[in-house]
Each structure stands twice: as C-alpha cells, then as structure tokens.
C-alpha cells in the first residue's frame, strides 16, 4: 500500500502516503468491529487506501504539491481514478515495491540505516524491534529513521533501476531482507520467538528480486538458499504446546524436504562469479545440518570451518557465539567455552538471552549444575518473549 501511494504522492510525500494507510488501518478497526471482517481484508484495505487517495487528489492544493509524474492526471478530474487503478494494479505495485527497496538504499545514508529504513518503511518494522535486531537503543534507532526519512523525502522520485549505483544499493538490500528473515526465524518480538509470516515475507521479497535479471545475483541467489534451508526446519522449530524446541530435540523427519531441496538447488545456482559472500557461508552451513540425519552424524569440522570464514569477512559477536557452539560440538565443552570467553567485543551481547545460555549449556555438560543454574537464571532475565520464558524457565529445572 505504501509503495502504491508513494507512486501517485512522490516519495517526497512519504509521510502522506504513510498517513493515507494509517486512516485505511483505521477505517478497518471501524467498520470491522461493526460488519465483521471481509472476505478479502486485503482488497478491502486496498480499496479504501484507493478512495483515500482520490480524496486527497481532487484538492488542488494537494494535487499541485505531489510527484511530477502525476501532474497530468490532476488536469482534468476524469482522467484521476484511471491512473490511481494504474498504481494500485498488481503488477505495478511490485514493481513499485522493488523500486521503493533500492530508494530506502540512498548512498546519503550508512547502510545500517539504509537497511532500517527497508525494514521500517516497506516491511513496517517498529523502531524497537529493528533496534534490537542491529543491538542499540530505540531512541538511536528512532533517531536513525528520522534522519533517513529526511533524506529520503528529498529525492523527487522513486529509484530507477538502471541507474548506475544499482549494484551498491543492491547489498542493502539483501542486508535488509536477510534480517527481516532472521527477525521471523529467532527475532527479538515481545510477542513471540519464532514469526513464520515474517520468515514467509522475506522470503518473497527476496523471490521478487530474483525475479529482476540485473539483481539475480550469486548472492542473492545464497541468500535465497539460505531462507529455504532455514525456512524448512520451521515447523520443528516451535512443538505442540508452542515452545521452543532446540536443534538437538527437533523432530528432522517433519523438516520440508521441498524446501531444503530448493535451497541445494539456489546454492548450486549461487556457486558462480569469483565472490564468496557471507550468504554463501551461511547457505553452506544450513546445508550441512540438512544434510546430516541426526545431531551426532553432523559434520562440525566442516561447519566451523564456514564459521572460520565468515568470521573472517564478516565477524560479529553473534557469529563467534554460533561459532563457539559449533567447536564445542567438535571438540568439546572445555574448548566451546574457552572460545565463548574469547569472543571479541562479547559486551554487545549483554542483553541476548542466547549468550548465557550457551554458556550454561556447556557448564551442564561440563557436570557444574550450580554454574549452569547461575547463567540460565541471567539468560532468563533477558528473556524477550514467554516462548523464550517457558524455555529458559524448563532449563533452569533441568539443573536442580
């Protein structure tokens, strides 16, 4: 709806658009509440964001301020609806989508605000959660967005997509989708730890692009890979009573094999070109585990030798935590644990529930209940949903 109404307002009128599907949001709960909801809540939003528009249209004052490329349907009133159908046609508004992806992307911006202005604008992330996915505060991530929307609103157009700095806008966005995957996957959500329709959002956007020659990279094709090798394990992901079900104790008989086939085959599509990218690695990794029956028969050298590499071009503390748990899998807790205490700038991992927890995991295999008990209890208070509650809270009886 957004990318629709930015094509008739400009992008200069984001926040019109933005303000037009708030008032359709709006209207819903209204008429919803009375008429119960229609049979396609889609088209219904879709219709009313429309008429909004028209409204707002037939004002000259409003009309004389908006995109240039609109200038002549305001002319003459007749021709306004025509050309609102036209932006709201379906084919359109992907086009439009994959424009508004590249203008969220302006070389103005640093790329992690390029990437929260994707996540913000086009796939309408709150501030808190697209904060808690780059680790900083809301108020800096408040703060970020704004200064993006301000350069955004002085661009007299949507991108083109032939212009010369596509390939450079192109990695922002693929950062931008990979962490709305992740946020679906193992997100930071109050309300729950695993969003499939997030997972299921990424996924298509990321199929859009693909869908586009030019930005049909080996990249973008591992990126693809990876979200359908990830994406396949969902289902184990969370059991019958809702909570969350480690790697360990997952059922892989009920892992979609549709899934994980497609993602072997988008990261035989990505083994091209002369640039490994951390996609690859991760793509690389995710098919290791689907290719390996069971916990034990998983091949750990070979996954921390991804982790070297990845730690290599594009270390994090998050990596090096994943990386720790594959080397205690390999070689032991002693050994998991020193690389858990050896991580660089580990202090960005003070409120990720996940760090102490890893450390527990290891102190109870290592026999040190007491130890376990300590770090569970601190992964715990970190807790940032109850599906993670419930878990951590079952850990902590595990030690008694």
């Known amino acids: 709806m957004v990318a629709a109404l930015t094509r008739i307002f400009g992008v200069h009128n984001l926040a019109l658009a933005e303000d037009v599907v708030q008032d359709a949001f709006c209207r819903a709960l209204e008429v919803w509440t009375t008429r119960g909801v229609p049979d396609s809540p889609s088209a219904w939003l879709m219709t009313t964001a429309k008429n909004r528009a028209l409204d707002l249209l037939r004002r000259d004052r409003t009309a004389q301020s908006l995109a240039p490329e609109m200038t002549r349907i305001v002319a003459a009133e007749w021709a306004m609806a025509p050309a609102v159908d036209e932006a709201f046609d379906a084919h359109t508004i992907r086009d439009e989508q994959l424009r508004m992806m590249f203008s969220c992307c302006h070389p103005r911006l640093q790329e992690d605000a390029q990437v929260a202005l994707v996540l913000n604008v086009l796939c309408g992330f ?41 390939a450079q806008r192109l990695s922002a966005v693929q950062c931008a989708l990979y962490l709305l995957f992740n946020e679906g996957y193992h997100g930071a959500s109050a309300e729950r730890a695993v969003r499939v329709e997030l997972c299921g959002e990424a996924m298509r956007l990321t199929a859009m692009l693909r869908e586009y020659a030019p930005a049909a990279t080996p990249a973008t094709n591992a990126l693809a890979a990876l979200m359908c090798l990830h994406a396949a394990r969902l289902s184990a992901r969370i059991d019958a009573t809702g909570d969350l079900n480690p790697l360990a104790d997952q059922d892989r008989s009920i892992w979609d094999q549709r899934l ?36 034990e028969d998983t091949n750990w050298s070979q996954i921390v030798g991804l982790y070297d590499r990845l730690m290599i071009i594009s270390p994090s503390p998050v990596v090096a935590l994943n990386r720790a748990i594959a080397v205690a899998h390999r070689d032991g807790a002693d050994r998991g644990l020193e690389e858990l205490h050896a991580i660089p700038d580990r202090e960005r991992l003070v409120r990720y529930p996940f760090y102490p927890a890893a450390l527990a995991e290891l102190e109870l295999r290592r026999g040190n209940r007491g130890a376990a008990r300590t770090q569970f209890v601190a992964a715990l208070g970190l807790a940032r949903n109850a599906t993670e509650r419930r878990f951590l809270e079952r850990r902590v009886a595990s030690c008694e």
Do not use: C, N, W
């Open 260 to 295: 994980i086939a497609d993602g072997l085959s988008l990261l035989d599509a990505s083994a091209t070109g002369d640039e490994i990218t951390p996609y690859h690695l991760e793509a690389g990794i995710a098919a290791t585990h689907a290719a390996a029956r069971t916990l």
């Open 126 to 166: 709150g501030a808190a959660e697209i904060a808690s996915a780059f680790l900083v505060s809301r108020a800096a991530m408040e703060k970020r967005l704004s200064r993006g929307k301000q350069v955004l609103a002085r661009a007299k157009r949507l991108f083109d997509l032939a212009d010369t700095d596509f």
